[in-house]
């Protein structure tokens, strides 16, 4: 059986490899309300996660996920970068050092990067056409699957929390963006979903195949 550290290892190349295949869809949706630069950086920018792979396993959890964030934020630049790379430093924080965290220690650490992507985003919230838009939802389903079921596994939450993201993805199509570049187009923002709600759905969804698989 793998252990904890081995298992989000593995997550995490996951998400990297994921989001490499997905340069091509991510700068598609870009392109109409973006620098269309958003597929371009995110692949540099796991690319350079997966060439530090080899060095997290001697680190513990909270450290994992911090070399992860710094790595992003240093390499894919811009809005995306300070955003996902906030996301894994803050969720590293989120774990205050615990060597194995428990269920509710991972969501508690999951809400905790959320509140810190939409500080760093000047309080971003839902419905203002980012990625908060499907990360809220995820994660508050996160929150409310451990509240109501105590015996609820992992690999359910995370299944629940997909959905619950692209359902938030979906909904972007059709708001006026409020935030970045995008916001610059007013109401001809709409009509186009928000790449960076699809980079967290890729992330949701990559995290859920592999546990599903390996727990």
């Known amino acids: 059986m793998k252990t904890q550290k081995e298992i989000l290892i ?76 906030t996301g894994f430093i803050e969720l590293g924080k989120g774990l205050k050092e615990k060597i194995e965290p428990d269920i509710f220690d991972w969501v508690f650490a999951i809400n905790f990067a959320l509140e810190g992507i939409k500080r760093r985003g000047g309080n971003t919230k839902v419905g203002d056409k980012t990625m908060i838009d499907a990360l809220e939802p995820a994660v508050l389903s996160m929150v409310n699957s451990i509240d109501t079921n105590k015996e609820i596994s992992l690999v359910s939450i995370f299944e629940k929390a997909v959905a619950a993201a692209k359902e938030g993805s979906e909904n972007t199509i059709n708001l006026i963006a409020k935030k970045g570049r995008a916001s610059y187009l007013g109401e001809r923002s709409i009509g186009f979903k928000d790449p960076g709600s699809v980079i967290i759905c890729i992330a949701f969804e990559s995290a859920y195949d592999y546990l599903s698989k390996n727990l």
Do not use: H, W
């Not at 995490?12 to 991510?26: D, G, T």
């Not at 109409?32 to 597929?39: A, L, M």
């Not at 060095?55 to 992860?68: W, Y």
């Open 10 to 85: 593995g997550v995490i190349e996951n998400i990297s490899k994921n989001l490499i295949n997905a340069e091509q869809i991510l700068t598609e949706l870009d392109s109409p309300i973006g620098d269309g630069d958003c597929g371009i950086g995110v692949r540099k920018g796991f690319e350079a996660v997966l060439k530090v792979i080899p060095e997290l396993s001697a680190m513990e959890s909270a450290d994992i996920l911090r070399k992860v964030g710094f790595t992003l934020a240093y390499t894919i630049g811009g809005t995306s970068g300070a955003m996902l790379g």
